[in-house]
T-cell receptor, first 112, second 116 residues
Framework: DGGITQSPKYLFRKEGQNVTLSCEQN?????MYWYRQDPGQGLRLIYY???????QKGDIAEGYSVSREKKESFPLTVTSAQKNPTAFYLC???????????FGPGTRLTVT | AQKITQTQPGMFVQEKEAVTLDCTYD???????LFWYKQPSSGEMIFLIY??????QNATEGRYSLNFQKARKSANLVISASQLGDSAMYFC?????????????FGAGTQVVVTP
């Protein structure tokens, strides 16, 4: 079954700790994206990657970091510099051309 | 500046009726794509329908249709014959630029509640 997996579904961390969210896809898509969603709001782009070993900042990249060492994987690290990390995080990928993004099930991060 | 505007934060609709969700966008690109997604309470994002800026016909997918008015920069979603399972958050999104690497911008969403 092709798709995007994100793990874990729920994540709890103490303030001041870095945490890495996993995103894996077996769709053979080049482009991958990370979004943040706060309650009752739309999606905001954190980082995106067009090809392996290349990524660009989105609209709210401060306090986050990513890597793209493999085509299938695009992990997101939420660092202690992110002031309000509690949110729902969605990963997406997309094939070339005028196609939609395919989304993972998301990870709900709670930092206390 | 906000590029996607959804002015309806929430709507109630009766089962079997049609509902129109508004979306206006702002871009200076000639080539762009417009998308609608559904997000149930589980959080997953479900793709519904796509309209390309050069498409002359309005897109349709089953009970979903997109009312595309290019001059007015609007891309309203119409859901016909609403079902209880249509209760969800609906997002309008735009991809600017041609080809693979466009960034997507999402609107704030419209919460739809379908009542029996």
């Amino acid at each position: 079954d092709g798709g995007i997996t994100q793990s874990p579904k729920y994540l709890f961390r103490k303030e001041g700790q870095n945490v890495t969210l996993s995103c894996e896809q077996n769709l053979n898509h080049d482009a991958m994206y990370w979004y943040r969603q706060d309650p009752g709001q739309g999606l905001r782009l954190i980082y995106y990657s067009q090809i392996v070993n290349d990524f660009q900042k989105g609209d709210i990249a401060e306090g986050y970091s990513v890597s793209r060492e493999k085509k299938e994987s695009f992990p997101l690290t939420v660092t202690s510099a992110q002031k309000n990390p509690t949110a729902f995080y969605l990963c997406a990928s997309r094939p070339p051309g005028d196609y939609e993004q395919y989304f993972g099930p998301g990870t709900r991060l709670t930092v206390t | 500046a906000q590029k996607i505007t959804q002015t309806q934060p929430g709507m109630f609709v009766q089962e079997k009726e049609a509902v129109t969700l508004d979306c206006t966008y702002d871009t200076s690109d000639q080539s762009y794509g417009l998308f609608w997604y559904k997000q149930p309470s589980s959080g997953e994002m479900i793709f519904l329908i796509y309209q390309g800026s050069y498409d002359e016909q309005n897109a349709t997918e089953g009970r979903y249709s997109l009312n595309f008015q290019k001059a007015r920069k609007s891309a309203n979603l119409v859901i016909s014959a609403s079902q209880l399972g249509d209760s969800a958050m609906y997002f309008c999104a735009m991809r600017e630029g041609r080809g693979s690497w466009g960034k997507f911008q999402f609107g704030a969403g419209t919460q739809v509640v379908v009542t029996p």
